[in-house]
């Protein structure tokens, strides 16, 4: 049963209709991705309840950290997840696995290290990345229970993407709806009724992941997966196996990176004006993240598919789901864009009703967000592109423009010229020169596509 099942997905990415297979492998990817998205913001928004603005301020601050050490299983995960499809395209099993066991272990290895590194030295970093006097306490409290069970982000991260990889989307984003669900609930719990505050967001935060990564575990203890990567027999941490998998999670690692990064140098260019700019900046970050999030359900979706058929020589069937993506992509943006300029001060008022000057930025910043969500989004596609068909170099370059190359220097520049609205500037720039980049990439990559296309020819959709 559980072998026919998992070669029912793998018919539907080698056969099914390309619109309904999308639609299969994208949405639950979505879902799972907008709600876990939506947990941050519902967290946010439990915290503010407390009427604290430094303490809205500190989980800004460590989400950088924390999302540093996810890199990790993500790094892992999605590049896996690349190699792995191709393989199941090329009837490579045998490679799968290894690929599938090699990441999910050394995941777990390099987040348990990750981890204790960031708790020995917590202080030090939150101060690196922004933390101000009055918000450095709330900061290392958060923090400390954040990052000391973050093993269970680590894990999660690379689960969902060997999930994907094979179509198990279903099952990677109830995982994560588990766990965003739990954290909604809980939330109020240990914040409120139990009395314990900021410390009592970052429990209930630990345990919704933990028990969501054991249910995304659940999957592959149950043998209802076509790879086996719990197995250690299959665990082969060589050149032969990392290499491919590394070419193409480097990129997710150098954007996660930079990421973090460029937030940092966002915090510290923003305590320059107090508080309540980090506080407003925090609170548009994390509603940005939930669009982002949602595209990223998109081209998690895609890359399968991408992947599987182009590893066996299916390019028509490539082209197709291209071309759809990029068409939802833009008209999601599209709407989402339209409501978010026209309804910043309402949506930015639910976070704080009492401070007029984080009302004041988090509604510019909004609306500067707004004006290039489209851009931003095709920046998703193309890198999900990118990876899905084993090209780690347009990734990268892409990944260094968008984090690094492009929003680090506008977050030093802007803000001199343009004050505290060049803060909340840098990085709707930032993405609006890395769609230069990455149109320029993706022309390339569809002149590879019809080139490769040309030398096989016709082939079935």
Same mark, same amino acid.
């Given at each position: 049963?559980?072998?026919?099942?998992?070669?029912?997905?793998?018919?539907?990415?080698?056969?099914?209709?390309?619109?309904?297979?999308?639609? !299969?492998?994208?949405?639950?990817?979505?879902?799972?991705?907008?709600?876990? #998205?939506?947990?941050?913001?519902?967290?946010?928004?439990?915290?503010?309840?407390?009427?604290?603005?430094?303490?809205?301020?500190?989980?800004?601050?460590?989400?950088?950290? =924390?999302?540093?050490?996810?890199?990790?299983?993500?790094?892992?995960?999605?590049?896996?997840?690349?190699?792995?499809?191709?393989?199941?395209?090329?009837?490579?099993?045998?490679?799968?696995?290894?690929?599938?066991?090699?990441?999910?272990?050394?995941?777990?290895?390099?987040?348990?290290?990750?981890? %204790?590194?960031?708790?020995?030295?917590?202080?030090?970093?939150?101060?690196?990345?922004?933390?101000?006097?009055?918000?450095?306490?709330?900061?290392?409290?958060?923090?400390?229970?954040?990052?000391?069970?973050?093993?269970?982000?680590?894990?999660?991260?690379? %689960?969902?993407?060997? %999930?994907?990889?094979?179509?198990?989307?279903?099952? #990677?984003?109830?995982?994560?709806?588990?766990?965003?669900?739990?954290?909604?609930?809980?939330?109020?719990?240990?914040? =409120?009724?139990?009395?314990?505050?900021?410390?009592?967001?970052?429990?209930?935060?630990?345990?919704?992941?933990?028990?969501?990564?054991?249910?995304?575990?659940?999957?592959?203890?149950?043998?209802?997966?076509?790879?086996?990567?719990?197995?250690?027999?299959?665990?082969?941490?060589?050149?032969?196996?990392?290499?491919?998998?590394?070419?193409?999670?480097?990129?997710?690692?150098?954007?996660?990176?930079?990421?973090?990064? #460029?937030?940092?140098?966002?915090?510290?260019?923003?305590?320059?004006?107090?508080?309540?700019?980090?506080?407003?900046?925090?609170?548009?970050?994390?509603?940005?993240?939930?669009?982002?999030?949602?595209?990223?359900?998109?081209?998690?979706?895609?890359?399968?598919?991408?992947?599987?058929?182009?590893?066996?020589?299916?390019?028509?069937?490539?082209?197709?789901?291209?071309?759809?993506?990029?068409? !939802? !992509?833009?008209?999601?943006?599209?709407?989402?864009?339209?409501? =978010?300029?026209?309804?910043?001060?309402?949506?930015? #008022?639910?976070?704080?009703?009492?401070?007029?000057?984080?009302?004041?930025?988090?509604?510019?910043?909004?609306?500067?967000?707004?004006?290039?969500?489209?851009?931003?989004?095709?920046?998703?596609?193309?890198?999900?592109?990118?990876?899905?068909?084993?090209?780690?170099?347009?990734?990268?370059?892409?990944?260094?423009?968008?984090?690094?190359?492009?929003?680090?220097?506008?977050?030093?520049?802007?803000?001199?010229?343009?004050?505290?609205?060049?803060?909340?500037?840098?990085?709707?720039?930032?993405?609006?020169?890395?769609?230069?980049?990455?149109?320029?990439?993706?022309?390339?990559?569809?002149?590879?596509?019809?080139?490769?296309?040309?030398?096989?020819?016709? !082939?079935?959709?």
């Amino acid at each position: 049963m559980s072998k026919g099942y998992a070669n029912a997905k793998i018919e539907m990415m080698a056969r099914g209709d390309v619109g309904r297979a999308l639609f !299969t492998l994208s949405a639950p990817a979505v879902a799972g991705m907008l709600v876990m #998205s939506l947990y941050n913001v519902v967290d946010t928004l439990f915290v503010s309840l407390m009427n604290d603005t430094a303490a809205i301020a500190a989980t800004g601050i460590v989400f950088p950290m =924390f999302q540093l050490v996810g890199a990790i299983g993500l790094t892992f995960g999605v590049g896996a997840a690349s190699v792995i499809s191709r393989r199941l395209g090329e009837e490579d099993h045998e490679a799968a696995e290894r690929t599938g066991s090699t990441a999910l272990y050394s995941a777990l290895i390099l987040g348990i290290l990750f981890s %204790l590194f960031g708790l020995i030295y917590m202080r030090s970093i939150l101060t690196l990345f922004g933390a101000t006097e009055s918000i450095l306490e709330s900061a290392v409290l958060y923090g400390r229970i954040i990052i000391g069970g973050s093993v269970f982000q680590v894990l999660s991260m690379c %689960l969902n993407n060997l %999930l994907r990889a094979e179509g198990a989307s279903l099952h #990677s984003s109830t995982g994560q709806i588990l766990g965003a669900v739990l954290n909604i609930v809980l939330d109020p719990i240990f914040i =409120f009724l139990l009395d314990m505050g900021l410390a009592g967001a970052a429990v209930a935060t630990v345990i919704s992941q933990g028990i969501g990564c054991f249910y995304l575990l659940s999957y592959y203890l149950r043998g209802n997966g076509a790879l086996h990567p719990l197995s250690v027999v299959h665990f082969r941490p060589i050149p032969a196996i990392c290499g491919p998998m590394m070419a193409l999670g480097v990129p997710t690692f150098v954007r996660q990176v930079l990421g973090s990064i #460029s937030l940092s140098f966002l915090n510290n260019a923003a305590g320059e004006y107090g508080d309540a700019a980090i506080a407003a900046t925090s609170i548009v970050f994390r509603l940005f993240m939930l669009l982002l999030m949602s595209l990223m359900g998109v081209a998690q979706g895609l890359q399968p598919l991408v992947g599987y058929n182009f590893g066996a020589g299916n390019i028509p069937r490539v082209r197709e789901t291209l071309r759809k993506v990029l068409v !939802t !992509t833009v008209a999601f943006c599209t709407v989402a864009g339209v409501i =978010f300029y026209f309804f910043a001060p309402g949506i930015i #008022s639910i976070f704080a009703s009492r401070n007029q000057t984080v009302r004041e930025i988090g509604t510019l910043a909004l609306r500067l967000t707004a004006v290039v969500l489209v851009p931003t989004g095709l920046v998703l596609m193309f890198g999900g592109v990118f990876q899905a068909l084993g090209d780690g170099t347009s990734a990268l370059l892409l990944a260094a423009g968008q984090q690094g190359l492009f929003l680090i220097p506008l977050v030093l520049i802007l803000p001199r010229i343009f004050g505290v609205a060049g803060v909340v500037a840098a990085q709707p720039a930032g993405f609006l020169l890395a769609f230069g980049v990455g149109l320029l990439l993706f022309v390339r990559t569809k002149r590879m596509l019809s080139e490769r296309e040309e030398d096989s020819g016709p !082939t079935e959709r």
